[in-house]
């Protein structure tokens, strides 16, 4: 998604004043002239100074005739299919950090890469493989090798 | 001296080392040459791995890593006028024209061999800089530190190749994901929304994973998945690589000389090496008309420029702590992690670390010769990876090592949260290096400034009183002046005609 400068320019605006505001509301250090809030006061300005010079430049376009979208979508993302595809990868994501405690790092990663794989339209024999085999070579790298406890589940204590 | 010197060599010739050096080049020259995939990219994925290594071998499979991965972008460039990193960018015309012509050897020869000299003395310069470089800066306190780090912002907003405004941008958004977390001088939280987990800060490497690996993939699937590619065959190389270094030695020379100082630049890097070596290759050929129809000369420029620019990164980032790109980012990363700090006396504490790493450099750059002909063999199995297998194989990397670094399922979001917040800055032409550098400079920054005004008592004026100091504070306040007036000046002009 692409914002015009306009909207962009009030997005880093906002963002910065609400910056500014909080910063203001750190504690002071004591007998000291900068303290915590410093440096993110300087930051939540430069946002809205870069905000501030993205409108005036919309705005100047604007009086000289040239129209820009306030908002564009890339024409990849107007297809429904490529938009679900995008879908399924924040989905497989989300679901791995809510599956993996109960689940198990196992049986979680064999079930969303068998998901993902089938969403973006690979085959079934494929999928099927890698998301029998890849778990089970990346639990041996990461537990084994690397000595990094992964997530058990009940697929981990009745193989290992 | 010499006992350093072979007390590193000696940690380098290990077992474990070589076949790390190895397996990471094979890596490196695998991702370099799907497109799309960078070498930052791959070498985030591999972070969490060095974790859990040796220091040796941990920043020896980083420097291999990138070295191959910046050559392997050359591959689908030359093959498919895909460049496989941005780095390869420069030239991949003037390499595709060649493979038009049948003669795709010539180009990837080229290519190859250049890489790996260019990467040989852009390590020798780092050795020799570094070095000279540290001597001097074991004067420098906080301030000469803060307006190194302020320097090395605005040189990253400077040389972007976007427009000032979005650098900016970038940068700001940089700085602000640093300043979350336990503030360093009253350990007051700050913007951590009560959240426990970001007490510390935002995690790099989950940051960094996201960035650039899941905002990648989330590209891809809404691109197309479909597209076959098609890959030519290639003759005979090692030929053509003796005969390119016979006739190009002074380019190679000169570009490795260049690509080096650029790349201790901070934000330059690679990617902008290339560029610059290209088109002053142009401007000083004898034959400037064969440019841009098919000709070595540009390839061999900006192959040696981008692979001595890998090295040169390393000077900033040893001596100060200052990367000179996103790569060598998390290449300082990983060291402070492995207990060592980045600064001048770098080469007294951990000498042998250090001149280790050197000599990974170079070894992975003189492997990379047998390996990149091997790769521009299988190029054609390579590149018929599809990207629908590919992508799901690469984002359960990207979960398992994000979730490595710290243990916890809180470092996926951060993936998640600042790959989506990638993919929107990237959409809207704001470049993500320069938030890199913002992540990695904003607590150096504030680190300094705070210490300096304790030091001063709150005289800014303390800035300007060491004369190091004054001169880089004064040579950050006109580089200031120039972006911010540069497009005034130019406005006003306009308007007077």
């Known amino acids: 998604m692409k914002l015009g400068d306009l909207p962009l320019g009030l997005l880093a605006g906002l963002f910065g004043l609400a910056v500014v505001l909080e910063a203001m509301s750190f504690p002071e250090m004591g007998g000291m002239a900068y303290g915590p809030e410093f440096f993110p006061i300087i930051v939540g300005a430069g946002f809205c100074l870069c905000g501030l010079v993205l409108i005036a430049g919309d705005l100047r376009r604007r009086l000289t005739g040239k129209r820009e979208a306030l908002v ?4 990849s993302l107007k297809q429904g299919k490529a938009l679900l595809r995008a879908a399924a990868v924040l989905v497989t994501v989300i679901a791995f950090v809510l ?24 085959g079934w024999g494929i999928s099927l493989a890698l998301a029998l085999g890849l778990p089970f070579a990346l639990h041996f790298c990461f537990t084994s090798l690397l000595r990094v406890p992964l997530p058990r589940g009940f697929v981990e204590t009745l193989l290992f | 001296m010499i006992e350093t010197l072979s007390a590193a060599l000696a940690s380098v010739l290990t077992f474990e080392v070589l076949l790390t050096i190895l397996l990471s080049a094979l890596y490196g020259l695998f991702v370099g040459s799907i497109p799309g995939l960078t070498a930052t990219m791959s ?67 080229a290519s190859l061999v250049t890489a790996a000299i260019g990467g040989v003395i852009g390590v020798l310069l780092l050795t020799l800089f570094a070095n000279q470089l540290a001597g001097i800066a074991v004067r420098f306190s906080s301030m000469e530190y803060f307006w190194l780090g302020c320097l090395g912002l605005t040189s990253a907003v400077a040389v972007a190749s976007a427009s000032v405004l979005r650098s900016a941008l970038s940068l700001l958004i940089g700085l602000m994901i640093s300043t979350v977390g336990i503030d360093i001088a009253t350990g007051h939280p700050r913007f951590t929304f009560g959240a426990i987990d970001l007490l510390d800060g935002v995690s790099f490497i989950p940051a960094m994973i996201g960035m650039f690996a899941l905002s990648q993939i989330l590209r891809t699937v809404t691109s197309d998945l479909q597209s076959k590619t098609v890959v030519t065959k290639i003759g005979s190389l090692t030929g053509y690589m003796i005969a390119t270094v016979r006739r190009f030695w002074p380019n190679i020379l000169r570009s490795s000389l260049l690509g080096n100082a650029l790349g201790a630049l901070p934000g ?9 070596a290209y088109s002053l290759s142009k401007r000083f050929s004898k034959t400037p008309e064969k440019f841009g129809t098919g000709y070595e000369e540009g390839i061999v420029d900006a192959g040696s420029a981008n692979n001595s620019a890998v090295a040169g990164a390393w000077v900033p980032a040893l001596v100060f702590g200052i ?27 951990d000498g042998d670390l250090i001149y280790a790493i050197f000599f990974a450099f170079i070894i992975a750059n003189l492997i990379m010769l047998p390996l990149g002909i091997l790769a521009i063999r299988s190029a054609r199995h390579v590149l018929s990876v599809p990207k629908r297998i590919l992508m799901p194989l690469i984002l359960a ?28 800055m990237e959409s809207n032409d704001i470049p993500i290096a320069p938030a890199i550098l913002g992540i990695v400079l904003g607590k150096v920054i504030e680190k300094n400034f705070l210490i300096t005004m304790i030091k001063t008592q709150g005289d800014l004026l ?19 002046a120039y972006l911010c007036l540069g497009p005034l000046v130019h406005w006003i002009r306009e308007k007077r005609h």
């Open chain 2, 397 to 424: 990397f990207s979960i398992l090592g994000a979730y490595a670094v710290d243990n916890t399922t809180f470092s996926i979001w951060v993936m998640l949260v600042l790959g989506l917040l990638a993919y929107f």
């Open chain 2, 268 to 276: 330059a890097g690679a990617d902008i090496a290339a560029w610059i």
């Open chain 1, 99 to 122: 599956l993996v405690k109960p689940l198990g790092f196992l049986l979680t990663l064999a079930l969303l890469l068998f998901f993902l794989l089938r969403c973006l339209a690979a």
């Open chain 2, 43 to 109: 070498v985030a994925l591999l972070v969490p791995i060095t974790f859990f290594l040796d220091p040796v071998p941990a920043v020896a499979a980083i420097v291999t890593t990138t070295a191959t991965a910046i050559f392997a972008g050359d591959i689908p460039g030359a093959l498919l006028r895909i460049p496989g990193t941005p780095a390869s960018a420069a030239y991949v015309n003037e390499a595709f024209a060649l493979t038009q012509k049948g003669e795709s050897e010539k180009g990837l020869g």
């Open chain 2, 462 to 480: 303390g800035f300007f009183e060491r004369p190091i100091a004054a001169g880089l504070g004064i040579a950050t306040v006109a580089l200031w």
């Open chain 2, 323 to 349: 990367p000179g790109d996103s790569v060598t980012a998390i290449g300082i990363g990983v060291l402070m992690l492995k207990g060592i700090t980045p600064s001048p006396r770098v080469f007294q504490t």
């Open chain 1, 72 to 75: 564009s979508v890339e024409p």
